[in-house]
Each structure stands twice: as C-alpha cells, then as structure tokens.
Nanobody
Framework: EVQLQASGGGLVQPGGSLRLSCAASGFTFDDYALGWFRQVPGKEREGVLC????????YYTDSVKGRFTVSRDNAKKTVYLQMNFLKPEDTAVYYC????????????????????WGQGTLVTVSS
C-alpha cells in the first residue's frame, strides 16, 4: 500500500524558515518523482514544485522560486521541502504526492496527473 506522510508544519513568523518532510512507503521510492502541493481552505489545490527521480527540480508556481527548494533522501525514502523567507500568503496545508505512471521516468508529472496523496501538514505564517 502506497503511503505518504507529510510532517513538520507549524507556526512561523514572516521571513522565517521551515522544513517539511514527506516519508514514503509501499513503493519503489527511488523510481518516482515526488511533488509538493498546497491548499488554502476554500481555494483550489496549487502545485508548488516537484523533484524528479534523478533529483532535478521543476517549479509549478513562480511564487516560490528563490525561496523554496526540495531534496530527497532515497535511503530514508523521504523528500524534504525547505521553505525560506516565508510570507503570510504561504499559509496553507501542504501535501506530498506522486504519480504511479511516472515510475522510471526522469520527469515531473503535470499537476493533474498525481494520483497518490498523503495527509497534509499545516503551515501558518503569521506574526
């Protein structure tokens, strides 16, 4: 069974940093791209970025470029979202996800193609 569990959310002041983790199990982690998404209540889910199988990064939104980055530890089956210079508009529930058909392809899926989702973690940016 594919499982993805995001953690590390919390309250942070504007300008601060936070690192989220996504622990995976139930699939060959090394062979898949992993994506990060976020959702504000009442709004559509937004793609943030993706890390490809070989570690390359694709950004789904320009709003986080230069502030957010992503890394993966295949030995730990974990992907990390490092968020710096946080803004109040970054407040959201953050989710990690993957897409079953991407196995073995060094590409990031389109945001609508993701079909395995983990539980989210809430990030609140406020003073």
């Amino acid at each position: 069974e594919v499982q993805l569990q995001a953690s590390g959310g919390g309250l942070v002041q504007p300008g601060g940093s936070l690192r989220l983790s996504c622990a995976a199990s139930g699939f060959t982690f090394d062979d898949y791209a992993l994506g990060w998404f976020r959702q504000v209540p009442g709004k559509e889910r937004e793609g943030v970025l993706c890390i490809r199988m070989r570690g390359g990064i694709t950004y789904y939104t320009d709003s986080v470029k230069g502030r957010f980055t992503v890394s993966r530890d295949n030995a730990k089956k974990t992907v990390y979202l490092q968020m710096n210079f946080l803004k109040p508009e970054d407040t959201a529930v953050y989710y990690c996800a993957t897409e079953r058909s991407s196995r073995g392809w060094d590409v990031c899926p389109e945001t609508y193609e993701y079909d395995y989702w983990g539980q989210g973690t809430l990030v609140t940016v406020s003073s």
